[in-house]
């Protein structure tokens, strides 16, 4: 059923060349009623990624103009031909689908998230994809098991500051790397019991220090290029490496064989990968909201940010000056 007019007018932030934050531009984008299978969401709030600055870089393939954002939170306006999970005014989230620095966008019936009565639009769009991926990163590779050193990087991150929750919640031993001494305290106060300043000290020798020569069971590094080596040594034998971004840049190849004489094992990671189904998807986002509802996972929402200041939430991103999450509201 559709009870919408057959286009809508909306403003929404668009990149409409590839570079630096002001490329952002604020415009008028028309949205076609929504097709069989679709819905129209009004977004309250957008979530921001550091993946959105490589794709608004032109880091990542993409036709241009285009309206980064791929996460969001607001209410069902209109339903698309054959969608029968959703009715307008349903409050609902999302992250699998371009467009949410947007007044509106349109969003496959079968990506949506419902919200819980009690959580604000805030959290709903701050949890979907940094949530689910914290979620596929500590269920898929080796679980962290009570005592096992867990070693994240970039802590303080809208990822990272997840991460060091839900290892800590499994019991394991957490150590978090951040570039400033306010990141540590955040990351302490996320529950790590130990936090590396990796801009100033050897993370690999530190964590070796922390962990009477230990090392880390697991590694999870959305940082890249500036860490990647320090793993091999920070890795306890049979440690799992897990490589699931570049924020600093990609990381330098390696042979196998410094692999082998540790018996470490080096993983990736993306997150489109570990949903393929709608089902998939939201058991992870249900498991997400029920860690937030029972009160031991708490999205650490630093900035929310006017829909127009798009290009100043990236900078601040890009410029490492955030603390979790960084949001844009819409004024919905
Ligand atoms: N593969 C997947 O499934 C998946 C899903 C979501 C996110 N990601 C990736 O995970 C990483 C974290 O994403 P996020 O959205 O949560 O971002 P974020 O961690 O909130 O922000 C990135 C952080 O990376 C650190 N960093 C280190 N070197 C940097 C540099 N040269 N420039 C900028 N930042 C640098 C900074 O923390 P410090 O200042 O403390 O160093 C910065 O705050 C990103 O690489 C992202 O692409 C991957």
């Known amino acids: 059923m559709t009870d919408s007019p057959s286009t809508t007018n909306v403003r929404a932030m668009v990149v409409n060349s590839f570079g630096g934050p002001d490329t952002l531009t604020a415009q008028e984008v028309r949205l076609k009623a929504p097709a069989r299978g679709e819905v129209l969401v009004r977004l309250a709030v957008a979530g921001v990624n550091f993946v959105d600055t490589y794709m608004r870089r032109g880091l990542r393939t993409m036709p241009l103009p285009f309206t980064p954002g791929l996460e969001g939170a607001g209410v069902v306006e209109a339903v698309g031909p054959g969608v029968s999970n959703v009715r307008p005014g349903d409050r609902v989230a999302y992250a699998q689908q371009l467009g949410a620095y947007a007044e509106a966008t349109l969003v496959p019936a079968d990506s949506l998230i419902p919200l819980p009565d009690d959580m604000s639009f805030e959290d709903g769009a701050a949890f979907p994809l940094q949530g689910m991926t914290a979620h596929y990163l500590i269920h898929e590779y080796r679980k962290p098991r009570e005592g096992d050193v867990v070693l994240i990087h970039a802590a303080a991150g809208g990822v990272g500051l997840l991460l060091v929750q839900w290892a800590r919640h499994l019991g394991a031993r957490v150590i978090g790397t951040v570039s400033t001494e306010e990141k540590a305290e955040a990351v302490r106060k996320a529950g790590a019991h130990d936090v590396i300043l990796y801009t100033e000290q050897d993370f690999a020798e530190e964590t070796l220090r922390l962990t009477d020569g230990h090392g880390a069971d697991l590694i999870i590094d959305g940082v890249g290029a500036s860490t990647f080596q320090g793993n091999l040594q920070a890795a306890a034998l049979r440690g799992q490496i897990v490589i699931f971004g570049a ?76 603390i979790g999450k960084v949001l844009l509201s819409t004024g919905n």
């Open 247 to 322: 924020a600093s840049g990609p990381a330098d190849p390696i042979s196998p064989d410094v692999l082998m004489e540790r018996s470490l094992s080096l993983s990736g990671g993306d997150l489109w990968h570990f949903m393929p189904t709608s089902d998939d998807m939201l058991s992870r986002a249900n498991a997400v909201i029920e860690g937030i509802e029972n009160g031991w996972l708490k999205p650490h929402i630093s900035r929310v940010l006017p829909l127009a200041e798009a290009a100043e939430a990236h900078r601040l991103l890009g410029d490492r000056h955030t």
